[in-house]
T-cell receptor, first 111, second 115 residues
Framework: SQQGEEDPQALSIQEGENATMNCSYK?????LQWYRQNSGRGLVHLIL?????REKHSGRLRVTLDTSKKSSSLLITASRAADTASYFC???????????FGDGTTLTVKP | DTEVTQTPKHLVMGMTNKKSLKCEQH?????MYWYKQKAKKPPELMFV???????INESVPSRFSPECPNSSLLNLHLHALQPEDSALYLC??????????????FGPGTRLTVL
C-alpha cells in the first residue's frame, strides 16, 4: 500500500511542550502534505513539502522530509490546547491528483 | 473567498431514497474532489475532477454518481445506498492536480446516515 503510516497513533502532552509525529511511506512521492482535523469536521491544510525539499516552517510548525528513509515528521512547538486535533499526512505519488492519507495521529494538549 | 461550502451539513436517508450532496468553491480552483471518511479513519478518495472532467474514479460503486456542472460546483448524487455508506463526505478543491498546485482546501463535510 502507498498509504502513509503514522506514529504515534495517539499523543498526549501538556500545554507548552513540543509534539512530534511521524509519517512513513513506501513509494517515491511527488509531494507530502500535512493536514489537521478537529473532531468530525473538515481538514485544514498545514504544510506542503515537495520531494526535493528537506525542511519547511510555518509559524510553530516544522516539517522535515527524508526521501532516503521515506519518512516525514511534523513538529509543533510550544503546543496549545487549541492544537488538540487529529493530524494526517497525505502523499501525492503522481500528477494525476490522487493523494493517499495516512491513518493519522490524535494529539491531545492538556491545559 | 478561501472557503469551500457543502450542503447539507447532515443528511438522513433511506435505502430507496435519491439525494444529492453539493459542494461549491469560488477560489478559481480547477480541481475538485470527493472523499469518504468513516469514524476514526483517514479520508478515502472517491473522485477527482480536473477542469470539469472526471480524472479519477477510485472504483466507487455506481450508487454514487458525481457531477461537475461548472468549475465552481461539484455534486454527488446518491441512490440506493446501503447502511455501510454512512460516513462523513468531504469535498475539497485545489488550484490543480499537479504537485505544487495540489494543496487542497476542504469543506466542513456532510454527515450522511443511511437507514
Amino acid at each position: 500500500s502507498q498509504q502513509g503510516e503514522e506514529d504515534p497513533q495517539a499523543l498526549s502532552i501538556q500545554e507548552g511542550e513540543n509534539a512530534t509525529m511521524n509519517c512513513s511511506y513506501k513509494t517515491s512521492i511527488n509531494n507530502l502534505q500535512w493536514y489537521r482535523q478537529n473532531s468530525g469536521r473538515g481538514l485544514v491544510h498545514l504544510i506542503l513539502i515537495r520531494s526535493n525539499e528537506r525542511e519547511k516552517h510555518s509559524g510553530r510548525l516544522r516539517v522535515t522530509l527524508d526521501t532516503s528513509k521515506k519518512s516525514s515528521s511534523l513538529l509543533i512547538t510550544a503546543s496549545r490546547a487549541a492544537d488538540t486535533a487529529s493530524y494526517f499526512c497525505a502523499i501525492l505519488t503522481s500528477n494525476a491528483g490522487k493523494s493517499t492519507f495516512g491513518d493519522g495521529t490524535t494529539l491531545t494538549v492538556k491545559p | 473567498d478561501t472557503e469551500v461550502t457543502q450542503t447539507p451539513k447532515h443528511l438522513v436517508m433511506g435505502m430507496t431514497n435519491k439525494k444529492s450532496l453539493k459542494c461549491e468553491q469560488h477560489m478559481g480552483h480547477r480541481a475538485m474532489y470527493w472523499y469518504k471518511q468513516k469514524a476514526k479513519k483517514p479520508p478515502e478518495l472517491m473522485f477527482v475532477y480536473s477542469y470539469e472532467k472526471l480524472s479519477i474514479n477510485e472504483s466507487v460503486p455506481s450508487r454514487f454518481s458525481p457531477e461537475c456542472p461548472n468549475s465552481s460546483l461539484l455534486n454527488l448524487h446518491l441512490h440506493a445506498l446501503q447502511p455501510e455508506d454512512s460516513a462523513l463526505y468531504l469535498c475539497a478543491s485545489s488550484q490543480g492536480i499537479r504537485g505544487p498546485y495540489n494543496e487542497q482546501f476542504f469543506g466542513p463535510g456532510t454527515r450522511l446516515t443511511v437507514l
